[in-house]
């Protein structure tokens, strides 16, 4: 069943689930620490001997 959405207005995910009268489902496909580059870093303002998370999940 296809899911209608009005791009124009900014709703939660979570409050479109529940419009349709479903409860909304996070799962995490893959979690780990990374060594970062230093373009990597720089953008997440992090100090040099910080390491970053990577996070996919999936929203149904």
């Known amino acids: 069943m296809?899911?209608?959405?009005?791009?124009?207005?900014?709703?939660?995910?979570t409050e479109?689930?529940?419009?349709?009268n479903k409860e909304p489902v996070n799962k995490i496909l893959e979690f780990k620490m990374l060594n970062t580059?230093?373009?990597?870093?720089?953008i997440l303002e992090l100090q040099e001997d910080e390491k970053a998370f990577f996070v996919s999940r999936l929203r149904c």
């Open 2 to 13: 296809p899911i209608k959405h009005n791009v124009y207005t900014l709703q939660r995910f």
């Open 16 to 20: 479109e689930i529940r419009k349709l």
């Open 37 to 42: 580059d230093e373009k990597v870093k720089y």
